[in-house]
């Protein structure tokens, strides 16, 4: 009998689609290449960097912080690859875990790599050669994306890394080159300066983090200078000369001008993310991609061709793991014959650095180009109590509400834990919630979620601690 849905990948939007399409009573197959589940999000990206981001924090935290608060345990020292093991123990919880989600819900699950014979077949070929064929009534392509790769710059994951590379390095590297100013760039920037890495950042642009909020990414540029991050804007690397003992650099600026070498012993290439459509056999049957490799789908994630859905990172929109899994859950109740959708004015993106930076909606810039009049609430992290007794006073929150409605069009933080404080926004605006709404719900005191309450108190120019 062949199977209602089978879907190529088990990162997080395949697996949140296989599951939710289970729980809809389908007889449900996954195909995934790796030897573990959970894509990259699981197995080398989201879930490992957390890991080091975390561990990096305390180490420097346990450096700086304790002796200010009384806690006497002298300098700390970098057990490298002790860490490396605290997080693929984590990875090994997290994608043990998905096998279990997997078992428990009756799904088949099939190792090798899928290729699409037609729109009801799909063939599994596994490492030792061998393949065998499977049916299905619908098809979910949630195969995610790939490192994005610099002509001319090879990576051979040692010396030249990619975020794979980045998070197994042996030995902390004495000078760190970041080629790209993202959210993955700034990320594993941020573990190995921590760690003890001179850490110098080139980015194409005239600024970081592209497509968030100016007024946010400039604040935050100068909090990671002052950590000692080196930025090197509207600059780009032309080549990476690898035959010495260490790496040299040419940068060049984006305008033109004299090039300048930089010495590194790590380069680490972190200019974005491409799909992974390779070897899926999209064009033998039909399957229209964009100009971008994206596969191109409709408001319900269909493809040109009947019954050949997909989602997450081989579609337009945000490489982020929760949009994928959004995605996963709707194509499976579309698939079903529910109504499922996802709202992408409030999809929440969070850059965990040291202070976090997130935000939901739109940025100030995206209102102004779009000639919609809005009024703003900020409230520094100073001014809030907790914040203060903690020592963690860097960054703020910004509102940005309708002027004529008051609506909750987009929301900034800037801070400690802003990963999790983003989420309160999330659901407000997911609601339709007004600034004054979020203003008037009682914030627990002493906590870093009043800085949310006062800056929607700030809208209306009544902040009360500020």
Not at 221 to 244: D, N, P
Not at 359 to 366: A, D, I, L, N, R
Not at 429 to 450: K, L, N, V
Request: proline letters at 3%; aromatic letters at 6%.
């Amino acid at each position: 009998m062949p199977y209602d849905l089978i879907v190529i990948g088990s990162g997080p939007g395949g697996y949140v689609c296989a599951i939710r399409a289970a729980q809809l009573g389908m007889k449900v197959a996954v195909i995934e290449k790796d030897k573990t589940f959970g894509g990259t999000c699981l197995n080398v990206g989201c879930i490992p960097s957390k890991a080091l981001l975390h561990a990096s924090e305390l180490y420097e935290e346990s450096g700086q912080l304790f002796d200010k608060m009384g806690i006497k345990v002298g300098q700390p020292k970098v057990d490298l690859a002790a860490m490396m093991r605290f997080k693929d123990q984590g990875v090994e919880g997290n994608v043990k875990g998905v096998a279990f989600l997997f078992k428990k819900n009756n799904i088949d699950t099939f190792q090798g790599t899928g290729r699409i014979v037609t729109a009801g077949e799909v063939e599994v070929k596994t490492a030792d050669g061998k393949s065998e064929t499977i049916e299905g009534k619908a098809i979910v392509i949630a195969t995610g994306s790939d490192v994005a790769r610099l002509p001319g710059i090879d990576i051979d994951e040692r010396r030249i890394v990619s975020s794979t590379g980045a998070l197994v390095l042996d030995q902390v590297p004495e000078r760190l080159l970041v080629i790209g100013a993202g959210v993955i760039g700034l990320e594993l920037g941020s573990v190995w300066r921590r760690l003890g890495s001179k850490v110098i950042v080139v980015e194409f642009l005239d600024r970081i983090l592209p497509g968030m909020d100016s007024e946010v990414c400039r604040q935050v540029q100068r909090i990671f200078e002052k950590q000692g991050i080196v930025f090197k804007l509207s600059s780009k690397v032309t080549g990476v000369e690898a035959a010495g003992k260490t790496l040299k650099a040419t940068v060049q600026p984006t305008a033109g001008g004299a090039a300048e070498s930089i010495e590194a012993d790590v380069v680490l290439v972190s200019i974005g993310r491409v799909p992974f459509t390779e070897g899926l056999g999209l064009e033998a049957v039909g399957v229209k991609t964009d100009n971008k490799g994206r596969v191109m789908v409709d408001a319900r994630f269909a493809t040109n061709v009947p019954d050949v859905y997909a989602i997450g990172d081989a579609i337009a929109g945000p490489m982020l793991a929760h949009k994928a899994m959004d995605e996963g859950a709707a194509v499976a109740e579309i698939i079903a014959g529910e109504a499922g959708h996802v709202n992408y004015d409030v999809i929440p993106n969070v850059v965990y650095t040291y202070p976090e930076i997130a935000s939901v909606g739109k940025s100030e810039e995206e209102l102004k180009e779009a000639g919609i009049a809005y009024n703003t609430g900020k409230f520094p992290f100073t001014a809030n109590g907790r914040a203060k007794v903690n020592l963690q006073t860097e960054g703020f929150v910004k509102i940005l509400a309708d002027a004529k409605t008051d609506r909750v069009l987009g929301v900034h933080i800037v801070g400690a834990d802003a990963g999790n404080m983003i989420a309160e926004a999330a659901v407000a605006m997911e609601f339709g919630a007004a600034s004054e709404d979020i203003a008037r719900t009682c914030h627990p005191h002493p906590t870093f979620t009043e800085a949310v309450k006062e800056a929607a108190l700030a809208v209306d120019k009544r902040a009360i601690h500020m």
